[in-house]
Every structure is written in C-alpha cells, then in structure tokens.
Nanobody, 129 residues
Framework: QVQLVEAGGGLVQPGGSLRLPCSTSGTPINSRWINWVRHAPGKELEWVAAINSGGNPMYYNLTVKARFTISRDNAESTLYLVIDSLKPEDTAVYYC??????????????????????WGQGTQVTVSS
C-alpha cells in the first residue's frame, strides 16, 4: 500500500525559507514520478514540481522555478521541497503525490485530483508577517 506523509509546514514570515519533507512507502508498479501540488485558499489545485525516481529529470511550474527546489533521497524514501523567498501567495496546503505528470500539467500547472493516483494528507504553509 502506497503511503505519502508530508511535514514541515507552519507559519513563516515573508522572505523566509521552508523545507517540506514527504516520506513515502510502497511503490506502485506503473509510476516512478513524485510531485508536489499545492492548493491555495479560493484557488484551484496547482502543480508545482516533479522528480523522476533517479532524481533526474526534474520539472517545475515556471511561476515558481526560481524559488522552489525539488529533490529526493531514495535511501530514506523521502521527497523534499525547499521554498526560498516565501511570499504570501505561497500560502497553501502542499501535497505530495505519486504519478506521472501530464505534459499539459507541466506546461500550465493545471491539475486535478484525478491526475495522480496517490496523495498525502497535505501540510499547511502560511506566509504572513
């Protein structure tokens, strides 16, 4: 059974940084990709980044690419998302998901619950002074 557990969220001041870990267990046969997706208040789900099982390639939503870094430690079965220079608009629930991102998702950031087979429970990030 695939399980994804996010952590690391909290209240952060603008300009600060956060590292969000996602511990994983179980391996679906048909997926090598892990993604981060966020859901901001009053907005649609937004795909943020994806990384392949070998750590390469990585894809980013162009709107966050300069400030977000995705990585994975396969030995620890953990995915990470580092967010630098946090902005109030980064306030969202951040989800770790397993599944291959669609080309449309990588190009536009648009996604839905149906796009990925496995989701964590999410971790809340609030950026405010």
């Amino acid at each position: 059974q695939v399980q994804l557990v996010e952590a690391g969220g909290g209240l952060v001041q603008p300009g600060g940084s956060l590292r969000l870990p996602c511990s994983t267990s179980g391996t679906p046969i048909n997926s090598r990709w892990i993604n981060w997706v966020r859901h901001a208040p009053g907005k649609e789900l937004e795909w943020v980044a994806a990384i392949n099982s070998g750590g390469n390639p990585m894809y980013y939503n162009l709107t966050v690419k300069a400030r977000f870094t995705i990585s994975r430690d396969n030995a620890e079965s953990t995915l990470y998302l580092v967010i630098d220079s946090l902005k109030p608009e980064d306030t969202a629930v951040y989800y770790c998901t397993k599944g291959t991102p669609k080309p449309r998702t990588i190009l536009t950031g648009e996604t839905s619950r149906a796009d990925f087979d496995y989701w964590g429970q999410g971790t809340q990030v609030t950026v405010s002074s």
